[in-house]
């Protein structure tokens, strides 16, 4: 995984949740997959349509590394969290990503992760 690639994407990420508002809860970018917990917030803004913009920004972002369109699947797999599903538990199953595949042994020494917003109580 390009080190200078995967800054720009994750900086790309905190540029699009200042620039609209949606809350990132956790994310994990890894070599071959990115995992979010993100909520619209009020920003107004569908999860599909953050999606497809930061997906856009970040593909423009991936031509410059020689990328381009191999970055992202055209679809992306989500998840609607349900009322018993404890919030806690899904940021560190997606924190915990890179310890799974053994690139840390702490999911802190793992620069492609992180908060970015407070899990809701």
Known sequence: MDEALSDEIVNCLKDERNRTG???FAFCLMPDHFHMLIS???SGLSISRFVGGFKSK???IGWKYGVGERMWQGRFHDHVVRPDEPLNDIC???LNNPVRKDLVKNWEDYRFCGFLDPIPK
Request: hydrophobic residues 35%; charged residues 25%; positive net charge.
């Open 22 to 24: 949606v809350k990132i």
């Open 40 to 42: 619209p917030g009020d």
């Open 58 to 60: 970040s593909t423009r």
């Open 92 to 94: 560190a199953y997606i």
